[in-house]
């Protein structure tokens, strides 16, 4: 009997009030430790190849001779269209396509971002498999300019040479396209929306020729001059919009092509030398996590891999003594293994990390991590949620009385206020304010949480570009920037400010309105947490990078609730104690804001040649746009509504209030 009346007496104990914010906070401790422990082996695992039809190296290769002379005259050719206007490149390279006997085709698209036009002209052409029914398709690419704006001489010139070399031969049972864009995003975007039938039809034209359901694609990243470059290794880039990935599969076949059978070094994430110690395993996971996290393309394969289709961009990079015959030989035998294949890639991995090219971490080992991340806030919320529930009484700390006898039953209940509990033949006596529960005014709450959620509705219109049909009439291959990064900059400011002193100026008019009550101040983060718990974790199953950075740099909003955890009439806090412990909050809130943190990823960022804020909020624009990314959609319609609901609840507590202890 008093064994349970002690315990009933625990939930109104300050102590037991003060530990979810501890459990939280140990939730994300070991979510970044769990993290720490995945470059070891004994976390981490060697790639293999499970597609066993694949049969990656097993046939031989016949690029070379003479076509090491056709490759060298169509490099002369393009460099001589560097200079030409877009029409004339066009006009070129589907006369270099039309005498191989190829069925060749345009395709004109346009894109508004936030501060220019994107407009241009991709060139196509298919090459109708002797041994296919028109049932699948393979796709070899490059862009003429790669993602760092330079001239992809020898990529564009390779892509022709095996388009020619292709062409003679009679064993392919797929269907092959050679695709050249102008760029290294938006081209590739247009075209592969187009082949699905997903396209706007008023800004991106149909595409004339189509083939069957397309199992893989590969573009070349090969910036090479007229006189040529020996490479040392290839840089294999798999990052997909929204952090989505290929098939292990494919990365393994290339890697074992070109490292088992070629002599070829390979290398991911920018790591040119890796040591595969644990310093450089987790500089090339975390490099990764951030560029998934960030959810932009990183080359022409990113667009397809959305629609399923395993795609990777291969790189020259470094010093040695590999030439384009040996990049025409690995990318001819990767399109062999890729015509042996029956079925789609499917036996091998979609989510994982890589260490190095040949050690990788499966979603299942680090799932936990961002999980972990993600259940503090629902922690936090179902605390405050408890929280909103409980009468403004003052803790019960002591013992109570034991009872003895019939006649101290008798006695309590006469007072009036007890409540006698009987279970299971056990009679105990319990103080009906350990009972009571205090009802919840939803309402004002959830329209608030809800208010909050549509306000980042206003600055995602403002950066993502506006309505997405208003196009300026301009010139159909060509890129016009409306106003510069410099003025996004600007943009990003005023929007700064904005955000900056709107929650001041509504937690005055809620205070003032007399509808931010105590109650209300632990019901309206105890929805939002709940909300951001439950997307971020939904969103790493998806996109696990983007949900872990968003948890880790949204975490102060569920560890700063703790004040409201402990009931005013216990502490007594004083209303200059709490306008002190309101400021040192808004003061933690305002450092880790999404706008202060973008300033401050672009500073680190610039470091490493992204530019300014005004050139990263160019480059989220165009990823909203053009590649539906939906990092921007998280950031202003999950994680600024929650940063702005906790600075409400906070500045409310420092404007005076005839109801600050209701």
């Not at 030439?323 to 293994?337: A, K, N, P, W």
């Not at 405050?384 to 006649?407: C, F, H, M, N, Y």
């Not at 412990?581 to 202060?596: G, I, M, N, Q, Y």
């Not at 672009?602 to 909203?624: I, Q, R």
Request: aromatic share 10%; net charge neutral.
């Amino acid at each position: 009997m008093g064994l349970l009346r002690s315990l009933l007496s625990l939930r109104f104990h300050p102590k037991v009030a003060r530990l979810p914010p501890y459990i939280s906070l140990l939730c994300i401790i070991a979510g970044v430790a769990w993290l720490c422990l995945l470059p070891l082996d004994e976390y981490s695992r060697r790639t293999y190849v499970s597609e066993n039809a694949i049969l990656p190296g097993q046939v031989h290769t016949y690029f070379g001779g003479s076509e090491h002379d056709v490759f060298r005259a169509f490099r002369h050719e393009v460099a001589g269209l560097a200079e030409q206007s877009p029409e004339i490149v066009s006009d070129a390279l589907e006369g270099f396509l039309k005498p191989i006997g190829l069925k060749v085709a345009r395709q004109k698209y346009q894109y508004q971002t936030a501060n220019k036009q994107i407009a241009g002209e991709n060139v196509y052409a298919m090459l109708r498999g002797p041994r296919a029914d028109a049932t699948e398709a393979i796709v070899l690419m490059a862009a003429w300019r790669n993602m760092d704006n330079i001239l992809n001489q020898s990529g564009v010139a390779l892509v022709l040479t095996l388009a020619r070399y292709f062409s003679r031969w009679s064993l392919w049972s797929k269907d092959i396209f050679f695709v050249i864009t102008p760029d290294s995003t938006a081209g590739p975007q247009a075209w592969v929306d187009a082949y699905h039938s997903t396209h706007d039809t008023r800004f991106v034209d149909d595409l004339q020729i189509r083939g069957g359901a397309l199992q893989g694609a590969v573009a070349l990243d090969y910036p090479a001059g007229t006189g040529g470059h020996r490479y040392d290794k290839i840089h294999i880039v798999y990052d997909g919009v929204n952090g989505q990935l290929p098939n292990l599969d494919l990365i393994n076949t290339v890697t074992v092509i070109a490292s088992d059978y070629m002599g070829i070094g390979t290398a991911i994430q920018r790591m040119w030398n890796h040591d595969d110690s644990y310093k450089e395993r987790m500089k090339t996971m975390l490099h990764g996590m951030l560029v998934q996290g960030l959810g932009h393309a990183s080359g022409p394969h990113s667009s397809f891999i959305p629609y399923h289709v395993d795609a990777i961009t291969l790189q020259t990079v470094g010093d040695g003594w590999h030439d384009e015959i040996s990049l025409g030989r690995l990318v001819e035998s990767t399109f062999r293994s890729l015509n042996n294949l029956l079925e789609h890639l499917h036996q091998s991995f979609f989510f994982y990390l890589l260490m190095n090219a040949r050690r990788f971490v499966s979603i299942g080992t680090y799932l936990p991590s961002a999980m972990l991340v993600a259940i503090n806030f629902s922690i936090m919320s179902i605390a405050l949620w408890v929280q909103s529930g409980r009468p403004r009484v003052a803790a019960i700390t002591s013992e109570p009385a034991p009872i003895t006898s019939e006649k101290d039953i008798s006695d309590e209940k006469a007072s009036g206020t007890v409540e006698v509990l009987e279970h299971r033949g056990m009679i105990t006596v319990v103080p009906k304010q350990l009972l009571a529960v205090e009802e919840r005014a939803l309402l004002f709450p959830t329209a608030f949480v809800f208010f909050a959620h549509c306000l980042g509705l206003a600055p995602l219109y403002v950066l993502g570009g506006g309505v997405p049909d208003v196009r300026i009439p301009t010139g159909p291959t060509s890129n016009v920037t409306l106003f510069s990064n410099h003025a996004m900059n600007t943009t990003f400011v005023a929007i700064t400010l904005v955000t900056t002193v709107l929650p001041y100026g509504t937690a005055y008019l809620l205070r003032k309105k007399k509808l931010m009550t105590m109650q209300a101040m632990t019901l309206i983060p105890c929805i939002s947490l709940l909300l951001v718990g439950i997307m971020l974790a939904t969103l790493s199953t998806l996109n696990f990078s983007l949900g872990l950075l968003v948890g880790l740099a949204a975490s102060p909003l569920s560890l700063l609730q703790a004040p409201l955890l402990i009931p005013t009439s216990s502490t007594k806090v004083t209303a200059k104690k709490n306008k002190t412990l309101a400021v040192v909050t808004l003061l933690v809130l305002h450092l880790f804001s999404p706008t202060t943190l973008t300033y401050i990823a672009s500073a680190v960022l610039g470091k490493a040649g992204w530019g300014d804020v005004g050139a990263l909020l160019s480059l989220a624009s165009e990823a909203w746009t053009v590649h539906a990314t939906y990092t921007a959609g998280v950031v202003w319609l999950l994680w600024w509504p929650a940063w702005f609901v906790a600075v409400v609840c906070a500045a409310s507590r420092l404007f005076p209030s005839e109801v600050i202890n209701e």
